[in-house]
């Protein structure tokens, strides 16, 4: 049975396995990976039940889904090292209260990808005479299944797939539909996504979106090193509001720190960067931890999410994350913001696609190969 083709542009050709597995010597997939669907209550305990889906790739990477929150991806693993920061929020039901001010970080349970948009996100403000919350609807919106595929080799079939959708609507306003494929290879360690953007209603629809890749411990940890190079575009409370930083400054932000007392409550440092892309026209971006011998990999074009925001929220007593997050659009508002994307809209009927491939690294010439895609970020 061939992979049927999600709608958005998928590649010509799959990773083929690097690992042989013997059908010989086992008759159920699940043995070696797949997908599972099911019904979460613990540890949240809210007395609601969440539907996620768990993905095991045979490789050492496996992670969850949250069907319930968007189709993002909470917690991930490569064997026994977390990838993603959680929060203590866990994964609660959604809510159509978050959808106010700052009230998102009530519901935002962390995770190696949220989701930000589709039609706003940022900081709360006001935008085309609408009120905008934090980062927008996506991550507090149920998902609906279209598509489960598990793996087969016993077939030749080695990739596992879901796609599901998500709809932003209302009624007399613009409604904004993400069809979202999740895709993997039976061993090997990498996650493709591809998302479809498409505006439903008759009225023109503001679109900006943001893929929050939230790293944890331990692969967040003193001394790992961030991967990306371009110009940056912003920076927020590196030295002082006043003073810009000095490009030195600027890469050793690149290298992690321990916990910083000034990181208390809300205290946080990041910056934006306009992306360098290479001869394919694509970005590279990620951490690199040697202690672990671990690195981790986002490459996605540069033609669609052009810049991208590092967050660097290093406090004490576990709330020690940092985020790489590829965008389209605007985080701050085209009100302040003067990069050409700043202002996005979709018209009726009209569609945008987003890729983007997710990488484990995890041996020493993988992890230097990453590490050539590393440069400096300036002003």
């Given amino acids: 049975m061939a992979t049927p083709r999600h709608p958005a542009a998928m590649p010509r050709r799959l990773a083929k396995p690097p690992v042989v597995f013997d059908t010989d010597k086992f008759e159920n997939v699940q043995q070696i990976g797949g997908i599972q669907t099911a019904m979460l209550e613990s540890p949240t305990g809210s007395g609601q039940m969440r539907r996620v889906a768990q993905f095991r790739t045979g490789s050492g990477l496996q992670f969850t889904v949250a069907l319930d929150r968007g189709g993002d991806i909470v917690d991930a693993f490569f064997n026994q090292h977390s990838l993603a920061f959680l929060s203590l929020n866990g994964i609660k039901a959604p809510s159509h209260a978050y959808h106010t001010g700052m009230e998102w970080l009530y519901g935002w349970p962390g995770g190696l990808l949220t989701s930000c948009g589709p039609k706003f996100m940022g900081a709360p403000r006001e935008e085309d005479d609408e009120p905008v919350n934090l980062h927008g609807h996506h991550s507090n919106l149920p998902a609906s299944v279209e ?48 998302d479809e953007i498409t505006n439903r209603g008759n009225v023109r629809s503001p679109h900006h979106w943001l893929y929050h890749i939230n790293l944890g411990y331990p692969l967040v940890d003193k001394g790992a090193q961030l991967i990306f190079k371009g110009k940056t575009q912003y920076v927020e409370r590196l030295v002082t509001p006043r003073r810009l930083p000095t490009d030195t400054q600027l890469n050793r932000m690149k290298r992690v720190t321990g916990t910083q007392k000034e990181h208390v409550g809300a205290g946080e440092r990041c910056l934006i960067v306009e992306l360098e892309p290479d001869r394919r026209g694509d970005a590279h971006a990620g951490i690199i931890n040697r202690k672990l011998g671990i690195g981790f990999e986002l490459v996605f074009p540069v033609a ?10 290093f406090g004490p007593r576990g709330c020690y994350v940092t985020a790489v997050e590829p965008f389209s659009g605007s985080l701050l508002g085209k009100a302040v913001d ?24 995890h041996t020493g010439s993988a992890l230097n190969q990453f590490a050539k895609r590393d440069g400096k970020v300036y002003l």
């Fill in 147 to 194: 598509m489960l595929i598990n793996p087969d080799p016993h077939r030749g079939r080695h990739e596992m797939l879901m796609t599901f959708m998500v709809r932003d609507s209302c009624m007399f306003a613009p409604c904004v539909e993400v069809r979202r494929t999740i895709l993997c290879t039976l061993g090997v360690p990498e996650i493709r996504l591809f």
């Fill in 304 to 313: 669609a999410l052009p810049r991208l925001t590092n967050w660097q929220h």
């Fill in 338 to 361: 003067d990069h050409t994307q700043a202002e996005q809209y979709l018209a009726p009927g009209q569609t945008k696609r987003y890729q983007m491939t997710l990488k484990v690294h």
